[in-house]
């Protein structure tokens, strides 16, 4: 006899919240860790903005392949449908990593790594989790199922007619 589970539309393979939150943090805390060291070792050849772009683009893509097959548990790639999806959460990222290195840049001048590497992480922290509920929600949540069971006949009541006035003929 199967041991029963709260939520129903879960397949057997398909990791809780607590599971899934775990691999999201090793996967994208992973990939977000190499990103923090690779920002500043691309921007010596371009401008840090456009650093920071390429390796979220980059560590963006990586992840979904990953999220798709390891955190969520789909069982599959994610096609290019789930890859837009999960670009919408980059972006936001993107920008709150970007926001947050300017702010740092307004408050010193010339900051040093570990300065850069703090906040860059801080603020990937904070979108992370934002992240993270975008795509267990929205992005890699398994089709809803309808509560009704099977075969269930819904009948909508028929809308009352109203009644006229009938005048006797004459």
Known sequence: MEPQ??????SPSTPGAVASFVRFVVCGGGIGVLSSFAVPLVAVTMPWAMANAVVTVAGTLLCTELH????FGTGRRPGWRRHLQSSGSAAA????????????????????????QVVYLGASALAGIGRFLVLRLFVFAGPRKDPRPSGTVVTLPRPALPRTAVSPAC
């Open 5 to 10: 589970t709260a939520d129903r539309t879960q």
């Open 68 to 71: 798709a097959l390891f955190t």
């Open 93 to 116: 990222a993107y920008a709150v990593t970007c926001a947050a290195m300017f702010l740092l840049h307004l408050i010193q001048s010339a900051p040093g790594t570990v300065a850069q």
